[in-house]
Every structure is written in C-alpha cells, then in structure tokens.
Nanobody
C-alpha cells in the first residue's frame, strides 16, 4: 500500500501562489490517475485536479485556469501549482490514487494546510 505525504502549504495572501508536493512511499508509475483533493472546515473532501500516467489532466471548474497538476513518475511525486489563490481555496489539501477516492478505500495522509487570507 503506497503512502502519501503532502507538503508545501502555508499562509498566502489573495492572488498569491503556492506549490504543493505529494511524495509517495513507493512507485506511482502503475497508478493510472493521481489526484489532489481538498477539505474545507465543515465541508466534505472534494476533487481539485487529476493527472493520468501520460500527463493528461482534469480540473474542478472552481480552479481551472489557476491550478496546474503534474507528476514525476521517476521521483514518485505529484505536484499542484496554485496561482491566483482565493480565500475560498482555504482547505487541507490531500493527494491520493483517484481509485481510492472513488471507492472510499485506501489510506489518506495528514494533508497540508493552505490558508488564503489578507
């Protein structure tokens, strides 16, 4: 079972940028679709972005044009570049195998906190 450790979060002003990293404990080459997810206070965890093994991407409408997801299979790492951040982006951000999200299985890391505030 691959474990994921998220990092790179922090406090940023509206309009600012952050780059999140997701380090996997094992190979992600065999994981077809990796994703970033987020959970705001009082809300359920939601999909943010997806990236396939061949680097195809999909984004939630709320982040499209502002966020970029990417993966480096050789480094077993997934990234989320976040630009033009808004207060509503404030949440704990997690990464995982998309299939774990869909099935409700697998383990989740501690996530990394992103706070957008002036």
């Amino acid at each position: 079972q691959v474990q994921f450790v998220e990092s790179g979060g922090g406090l940023v002003q509206p309009g600012g940028s952050l780059r999140l990293s997701c380090a996997a404990s094992g190979s992600i080459s065999s994981i077809y679709v990796m994703g970033w997810f987020r959970q705001a206070p009082g809300k359920q965890r939601e999909l943010v972005a997806l990236v396939t093994s061949s680097s195809g991407t999909n984004y939630a409408g709320s982040v499209k044009g502002r966020f970029t997801i990417s993966r480096d299979n050789a480094k077993n790492t997934v990234y989320l570049q976040m630009n033009s951040l808004k207060p509503e982006d404030t949440a704990v951000y997690y990464c995982n195998d998309r299939d774990n999200w869909l099935s409700g299985s697998g383990s989740w890391g501690q996530g990394t906190q992103v706070t957008v505030s002036s």
